[in-house]
């Protein structure tokens, strides 16, 4: 309880000083919240896209209707078929309709004769799409399969890059924020030399005397964590109308409250270690010399 | 008892703070270190206080190898020892009371302990109207008298003061003289480091070891203790009577020779002693 209030004392006697670790340290928790909510919103977007029909095989246009039941079953029989749906002349013309209502023209032209039917395909696991594809492509009477590879194959590169990126820029300014709050208590633990050798020479240990500097560190740290936590809730909330017009059908919301409650708790957590490791090293040096 | 035993400092090939000393100072005495400056005063302290290691020789704090201690251990050895520096080296930031209460805090005593014995210092030191101010408050007399108090904080069995008239006037000095000498009365053993002729004068017959050029060149009056334990003497009433009682102390410390103070030595040195008894003054004011 002493060493808590004198690193309470030690801070308010130094607030620019303190005022800089803190700042520091909110800077370094606001990107770490905010990269791991774009990684939760990464994934979310990367599963919506793994749910979706994947593989799309479309028959020839006299392909008849046993034909594609078969297909389907046969489809649905392979272990790493998730779903399968038929999607028939009619239901494409109205998918067609649909799509392009707002223009008369197109619609004039086209009857259900001369759309394809279809299976729309999807996979357990992103990994199988080839061997669907393969399979599909040795159906008899499928004309064309159309797979988005592509697109599923960039949005996991994305995902990947994204916690890559973020994990990096974090530890970067983990480090910077670590080494700011060592170099203040350091210079702290200097100008108070004189006290830490009297307060050795009257029989404190080490621990005793290191204990607040670890704390004003692990106050560094945690205040630091609760206001970038606060920073990026606030932020949030504010680019929330925009982010669900940017995701659209993409059910993001509501990002569940347990996420916060362990986002803010982690943070604290690491603000703790972070500030407290900082704190006793940087006094760790002086009591040695 | 505190035992040096063929102990020698050598900080470089030429260079010696102490050579060859050998020593035993028994739980109760009153001890003068005296000497030149350079003499190796300083370096005795710090090596009982194991700031320095010895180059030779074996130091005993009663059942505690000093020299081979291990610095996780030497905590323990720091708490049996209390320190009182010329420069008085109190924290700046502490008001007197916090000064005094640090040690007590160091070692973990609960708050009303630690109050207790607080207050029943600044009784002995006879500053308790000061205990709020801050040591730039203070003259040096006054600064002296709380780095002593905080010396005897911890109730340790030896304190150990390095020139604490160094940078006292005459009154001052006499002052701190008798206040060391009031704490040994309590049983706590006592080496005082100082050349003040002023201080030495009035404790005539007093154990001296004399020191020159890291060299333990005399020791008069081994293993005899000045003055005799008075419980109800402990400590002050009042200002005035702590006069009193000095004014005789002082007459019996001119007038007792060696031998006679050897019979009159009852003292029981146990850590603690002092608190003990200054707690036992408490209930009888």
């Given at each position: 309880?002493?060493?808590?209030?004198?690193?309470l004392t030690?801070?308010?006697?130094?607030?620019?000083q303190?005022?800089?670790?803190?700042?520091?340290m909110?800077?370094?928790?606001?990107v770490?919240?905010s990269f791991?909510?774009?990684?939760?919103?990464a994934?979310?977007?990367?599963?919506?896209?793994?749910?979706?029909?994947?593989?799309?095989?479309?028959?020839?246009?006299?392909?008849?209707?046993?034909?594609?039941?078969?297909a389907?079953?046969?489809?649905?029989?392979?272990?790493?078929?998730?779903?399968v749906?038929?999607?028939?002349?009619?239901?494409?013309?109205?998918?067609?309709?649909?799509?392009?209502?707002?223009?008369?023209l197109?619609?004039?032209?086209?009857t259900?004769?001369?759309?394809p039917?279809?299976?729309?395909?999807?996979?357990?696991?992103i990994?199988?799409?080839?061997?669907?594809?393969?399979?599909?492509?040795?159906?008899?009477?499928?004309?064309?399969?159309?797979f988005?590879?592509?697109?599923?194959?960039?949005l996991?590169?994305?995902?990947?890059?994204?916690?890559?990126?973020?994990?990096g820029?974090?530890?970067?300014?983990a480090?910077?924020?670590f080494?700011i709050?060592f170099?203040?208590?350091?210079?702290?633990?200097?100008?108070?030399?004189?006290?830490?050798?009297?307060?050795?020479?009257?029989?404190?240990?080490?621990?005793?005397?290191?204990?607040?500097?670890?704390?004003e560190?692990?106050?560094?740290?945690m205040?630091?964590?609760?206001?970038?936590?606060?920073?990026?809730y606030?932020?949030?909330?504010?680019?929330?109308?925009?982010?669900?017009?940017?995701?659209?059908?993409?059910?993001?919301?509501?990002?569940?409250?347990?996420?916060?409650?362990?986002?803010?708790?982690?943070?604290?957590?690491?603000?703790?270690?972070?500030?407290?490791?900082?704190?006793?090293?940087?006094?760790s040096?002086?009591?040695?010399? | 008892?505190?035992?040096?035993?063929?102990?020698?400092?050598?900080?470089?090939?030429?260079?010696?703070?102490?050579?060859?000393?050998?020593?035993?100072?028994e739980?109760?005495?009153?001890?003068?270190?005296?000497?030149?400056?350079?003499?190796?005063?300083?370096?005795l302290?710090?090596?009982?206080?194991?700031?320095?290691?010895?180059?030779?020789?074996?130091?005993?704090?009663?059942?505690?190898?000093?020299?081979?201690?291990?610095?996780?251990?030497?905590?323990?050895?720091?708490?049996?020892?209390?320190?009182?520096?010329?420069?008085?080296?109190?924290?700046?930031?502490?008001?007197?009371?916090?000064?005094?209460?640090?040690?007590?805090?160091?070692?973990?005593?609960?708050?009303?302990?630690?109050?207790?014995?607080?207050?029943?210092?600044?009784?002995?030191?006879?500053?308790?109207?000061?205990?709020?101010?801050?040591?730039?408050?203070?003259?040096?007399?006054?600064?002296?008298?709380?780095?002593?108090?905080?010396?005897?904080?911890?109730g340790?069995?030896?304190?150990?003061?390095?020139?604490?008239?160094?940078?006292?006037?005459n009154?001052?000095?006499v002052?701190?003289?008798?206040?060391?000498?009031?704490?040994?009365?309590?049983?706590?053993?006592?080496?005082?480091?100082?050349?003040?002729?002023?201080v030495?004068?009035?404790?005539?017959?007093?154990?001296?070891?004399?020191?020159?050029?890291?060299?333990?060149?005399?020791?008069?009056?081994?293993?005899?203790?000045?003055?005799?334990v008075?419980?109800?003497?402990?400590a002050?009433?009042?200002?005035?009577?702590?006069?009193?009682?000095?004014?005789?102390?002082?007459?019996?410390?001119?007038?007792?020779n060696?031998?006679?103070?050897?019979?009159?030595?009852?003292?029981?040195?146990?850590k603690?002693?002092?608190?003990?008894?200054?707690?036992?003054?408490?209930?009888?004011?």
């Amino acid at each position: 309880m002493r060493s808590l209030t004198s690193a309470l004392t030690t801070i308010r006697r130094s607030p620019y000083q303190a005022l800089v670790s803190i700042s520091m340290m909110t800077v370094t928790f606001f990107v770490a919240f905010s990269f791991s909510l774009a990684v939760l919103g990464a994934n979310h977007v990367l599963r919506y896209f793994e749910t979706q029909p994947q593989i799309i095989a479309f028959f020839e246009i006299d392909a008849g209707q046993e034909s594609i039941s078969q297909a389907a079953e046969a489809m649905k029989k392979k272990p790493y078929v998730k779903d399968v749906t038929i999607v028939s002349k009619e239901e494409a013309l109205k998918i067609y309709q649909e799509s392009n209502k707002d223009e008369p023209l197109l619609l004039e032209l086209v009857t259900a004769d001369i759309l394809p039917a279809s299976i729309e395909v999807s996979a357990t696991d992103i990994n199988s799409l080839p061997q669907v594809k393969s399979d599909l492509e040795s159906l008899s009477g499928v004309e064309d399969v159309d797979f988005q590879e592509s697109i599923i194959e960039q949005l996991n590169r994305w995902t990947r890059s994204l916690r890559s990126v973020g994990l990096g820029a974090v530890v970067i300014l983990a480090v910077i924020s670590f080494l700011i709050i060592f170099v203040i208590i350091a210079m702290k633990a200097t100008s108070q030399k004189t006290a830490i050798n009297i307060m050795r020479l009257i029989g404190a240990t080490k621990g005793y005397i290191k204990k607040p500097f670890m704390y004003e560190g692990m106050i560094y740290g945690m205040t630091g964590a609760l206001l970038g936590w606060l920073a990026m809730y606030a932020s949030l909330l504010y680019l929330t109308p925009w982010i669900k017009e940017f995701v659209g059908e993409i059910g993001l919301f509501p990002i569940p409250g347990e996420f916060f409650v362990y986002q803010l708790a982690a943070g604290l957590l690491a603000g703790l270690l972070l500030g407290g490791m900082a704190g006793m090293l940087a006094v760790s040096r002086l009591i040695r010399r | 008892m505190l035992t040096f035993d063929h102990v020698t400092k050598q900080f470089t090939e030429d260079s010696y703070g102490v050579r060859d000393i050998t020593f035993e100072i028994e739980p109760g005495e009153f001890v003068f270190i005296t000497g030149p400056s350079g003499s190796g005063k300083t370096t005795l302290m710090r090596l009982m206080t194991r700031e320095y290691t010895p180059t030779e020789g074996e130091i005993h704090l009663e059942d505690l190898p000093v020299s081979a201690l291990k610095n996780s251990q030497l905590h323990e050895l720091r708490r049996r020892i209390g320190v009182v520096f010329q420069d008085y080296r109190l924290l700046t930031d502490l008001n007197v009371w916090e000064n005094i209460a640090l040690p007590l805090y160091i070692i973990g005593k609960k708050q009303a302990e630690i109050e207790e014995r607080v207050t029943d210092l600044l009784k002995l030191v006879e500053l308790t109207d000061k205990a709020l101010l801050f040591p730039r408050q203070l003259s040096g007399g006054e600064a002296q008298r709380i780095s002593i108090a905080r010396a005897l904080a911890t109730g340790p069995g030896i304190i150990f003061a390095d020139e604490p008239t160094g940078n006292l006037d005459n009154e001052n000095a006499v002052r701190i003289g008798k206040l060391l000498h009031k704490i040994n009365e309590l049983g706590t053993t006592v080496l005082m480091a100082t050349h003040d002729e002023n201080v030495l004068g009035v404790f005539k017959g007093t154990r001296r070891m004399r020191l020159d050029n890291g060299k333990l060149v005399e020791d008069k009056g081994k293993k005899k203790a000045s003055v005799s334990v008075r419980v109800k003497d402990a400590a002050p009433n009042s200002v005035e009577d702590d006069k009193n009682r000095q004014e005789t102390g002082k007459k019996e410390l001119e007038t007792e020779n060696d031998e006679s103070a050897e019979t009159q030595t009852e003292k029981p040195a146990k850590k603690g002693l002092l608190g003990d008894l200054l707690k036992k003054k408490s209930k009888e004011d």
